[in-house]
């Protein structure tokens, strides 16, 4: 038991920790893109997409846990900094003072981000300050989807969320090959490429629902988010 507990409080335990919680979070916003997509399948789809979601046990479970996830993964990756740099001495902080400053960006647009996930978990998933529309029994979650972008100071503070969510996953790309000693001359063209095109994947995907429900097609679909 010592030996696995010293392993993890150890620098590459965290290491893994930190890279495996990057992993999940990465896979959860794989997975709520995916789901988001059928916004543009219409109301059918997306309410059919939505209810099969949360009735499957582990996604409940995975949502609740999330905040948590993300939590961990912002206080491992800054003790990891904070150990690395107390481990170069203190000719370090002057030297490597601008390198540092993507560190604090990174924790500041994580906990921007989190702020983001806490208002949108309590609005849609336990609607606070909405007002729930039923279509067919069930949860009108395509027309709460579509008012709610309806809202134009909404929709600009969700556009704003994934541009921070864009540049968070740009510079978390480089840090994660970084944290596990990947991030060499040889291979930072492509690890920087590779993280142009998940910031760009992930940032322009969640960024296009507000876009389009919200300024380009407010009429004829968002008048029609409630039956």
């Known amino acids: 038991m010592n030996t696995f507990f010293s392993f993890f409080t150890s620098s ?6 930190v890279g495996l919680s990057a992993i999940c979070l990465l896979g959860f916003l794989s997975f709520h893109l995916y789901a988001n997509l059928h916004l543009y399948l219409g109301r059918e789809a997306f309410n059919e997409t939505a209810h099969l979601i949360h009735r499957q046990l582990i996604i409940p479970l995975f949502s609740v846990g999330l905040l948590g996830i993300i939590a961990f993964h912002a206080f491992l990756t800054m003790a990891l900094w904070i150990q690395n740099r107390r481990a170069k001495g203190p000719g370090y902080r002057v030297e490597r003072l601008s390198e540092n400053r993507p560190v604090w960006t990174m924790a500041l647009t994580g906990m921007l981000i989190a702020c983001f ?3 949108h978990v309590m609005r849609f998933k336990y609607n606070v300050g909405v007002e729930v529309q039923l279509a067919g029994g069930l ?10 972008f309806a809202q134009k100071p909404y929709a600009i503070f969700y556009i704003i969320s994934t541009l921070l969510l864009g540049w968070h996953l740009l510079h978390g790309t480089q840090s994660f090959f970084r944290t596990f000693g990947l991030y060499t001359p040889r291979t930072a063209g492509a690890i920087k490429a590779l993280g142009v095109v998940i910031a760009l994947a992930f940032g322009l995907g969640f960024m296009s629902f507000p876009i389009w429900f919200g300024f380009v097609a407010p009429g004829g679909v968002c ?4 039956p």
């Open 117 to 119: 996930i806490v208002l």
């Open 223 to 226: 008048c029609q988010a409630h």
């Open 139 to 148: 949860r009108d979650m395509y027309g709460l989807t579509l008012a709610a």
């Open 12 to 17: 590459i335990g965290k290491k893994l920790v």
